[in-house]
């Protein structure tokens, strides 16, 4: 076995033991106390931070999209590349993981054309989510605090 037919099926194995928590987090969750929920969440994140940088090859399999495709998803920042001492590039498996499930998603609901611009739209209103003051924002519009022009 090569070394990259190895670290294929090292990955492969790491991120389906990774969606098969993420499955039983959502099933469980409407059963589960305060303390389980944050157990299991540990769970995954330590799941998720024990996959090591995946290789762009690798990266191809998993989301389904040729090795070229993956490069430039890399060059727009859809994909992060991670830093190793390797003179390969390898990706940040993090970012990988959530690119992958937006993929999925969007396949799912129909979408196969367009999928840079796509993932790269939900991307950025994902991070819009987690801005500070937007959520201050919403919590105050929610509230009916608005201010008067």
Do not use: C
Request: no cysteine; net charge negative.
């Amino acid at each position: 076995m090569t070394t990259l037919e190895r670290e294929r099926a090292d990955t492969r194995q790491a991120f389906e033991q990774l969606e098969r928590l993420e499955e039983l987090q959502q099933q469980l969750a409407p059963e589960v106390s305060d303390a389980q929920a944050r157990n299991l969440a540990e769970a995954v994140r330590v799941a998720l931070e024990s996959i090591h940088p995946v290789r762009v090859p690798i990266a191809s399999e998993l989301l389904e999209l040729d090795e070229k495709t993956v490069r430039e998803w890399a060059r727009e920042g859809v994909l992060t590349e991670a830093e190793t001492t390797s003179p390969r590039k390898h990706l940040d498996p993090k970012r990988l993981h959530v690119v992958l499930h937006l993929v999925r998603d969007l396949r799912a609901a129909g979408k196969t054309r367009g999928l840079l611009d796509a993932v790269w739209w939900r991307l950025q209103d994902e991070a819009l989510l987690y801005r500070e003051d937007l959520a201050e924002s919403l919590d105050q519009m929610r509230r009916g605090e608005v201010a008067k022009l």
